[in-house]
């Protein structure tokens, strides 16, 4: 996943985190801008980083958190993914009118969790109704139908009940076992010193 940042091309989202930590820790007293504070708390939203997300929500002044309403509306996503309320974060991330680079991150992160509420209901249910699936998914039952039919599900005669087939899991990625070993390595030398 990339996003594009004013003036430095298109760069990875990990490689972006990475930055924003560095930048506060390096500036004055620790603040940032309300806009980078707004990427900074999506980022860790689309990378299922919670306790990051709410230890930044805690040091974030008070007078940026009262001035920003997309930071709010940020953390009521977060709010919503700390409590498990599945259909709460499709809402939260409808229900605001994102800027810029913000909009991509929450775009992402509609989708990953969309993904992982697929494979939720997948390994859950054998049946479900397609109004529970709906507000799972955070769409209407005509939009959840559809989507059912392309993941190849059964859709019962009366359109009202759906049986969920597993997901094929996608073959291991191959691990690099020369660079696991070498931070393995880095990591034992650290604690030794």
Same mark, same amino acid.
Request: with cysteine.
């Given at each position: 996943? &990339?996003?594009?940042?004013?003036?430095?091309?298109? %760069?990875?989202?990990?490689?972006?985190?990475?930055?924003?930590?560095?930048?506060?820790?390096?500036?004055?007293? #620790? =603040?940032?801008?309300?806009?980078?504070?707004?990427?900074?708390?999506?980022?860790?939203?689309?990378? +299922?980083? !919670?306790?990051?997300?709410?230890?930044?929500?805690?040091? %974030?002044?008070?007078?940026?958190?009262?001035?920003?309403?997309?930071?709010?509306?940020?953390?009521? %996503? +977060?709010?919503?993914?700390?409590?498990?309320?599945?259909?709460?974060?499709?809402?939260?991330?409808? +229900? =605001?009118?994102?800027? #810029?680079?913000?909009?991509? $991150?929450? &775009?992402?992160?509609?989708? @990953? =969790?969309?993904? @992982?509420? $697929?494979?939720?209901?997948?390994?859950?249910?054998?049946? $479900?109704?397609?109004?529970?699936?709906?507000?799972?998914? #955070?769409?209407?039952?005509?939009?959840? !139908?559809?989507?059912?039919?392309?993941?190849?599900?059964?859709?019962?005669? &009366?359109?009202?009940?759906?049986?969920?087939? @597993?997901?094929?899991?996608?073959?291991?990625?191959? $691990? &690099?076992? /020369?660079?696991?070993?070498?931070?393995?390595?880095?990591?034992?030398?650290?604690? /030794?010193?």
């Amino acid at each position: 996943m &990339d996003v594009s940042v004013s003036g430095a091309g298109a %760069i990875n989202y990990e490689d972006r985190l990475l930055m924003i930590e560095q930048q506060e820790l390096e500036s004055q007293q #620790g =603040h940032l801008p309300p806009e980078i504070y707004c990427e900074f708390i999506a980022l860790y939203l689309l990378q +299922g980083d !919670l306790n990051n997300c709410k230890l930044l929500w805690k040091r %974030i002044p008070t007078e940026v958190k009262a001035d920003c309403a997309e930071l709010a509306s940020l953390w009521e %996503i +977060g709010k919503c993914l700390l409590k498990r309320d599945l259909s709460g974060v499709f809402q939260k991330c409808n +229900g =605001h009118a994102w800027s #810029g680079v913000t909009q991509n $991150i929450v &775009d992402d992160l509609k989708c @990953k =969790h969309k993904e @992982k509420c $697929i494979d939720l209901i997948c390994k859950t249910y054998s049946t $479900i109704t397609a109004e529970s699936a709906a507000s799972i998914l #955070g769409c209407s039952v005509d939009e959840c !139908l559809t989507l059912s039919a392309q993941l190849g599900w059964e859709i019962e005669q &009366d359109r009202k009940t759906l049986r969920p087939t @597993k997901q094929q899991r996608k073959a291991n990625v191959s $691990i &690099d076992n /020369e660079s696991h070993l070498q931070k393995l390595t880095q990591y034992i030398s650290f604690l /030794e010193t």
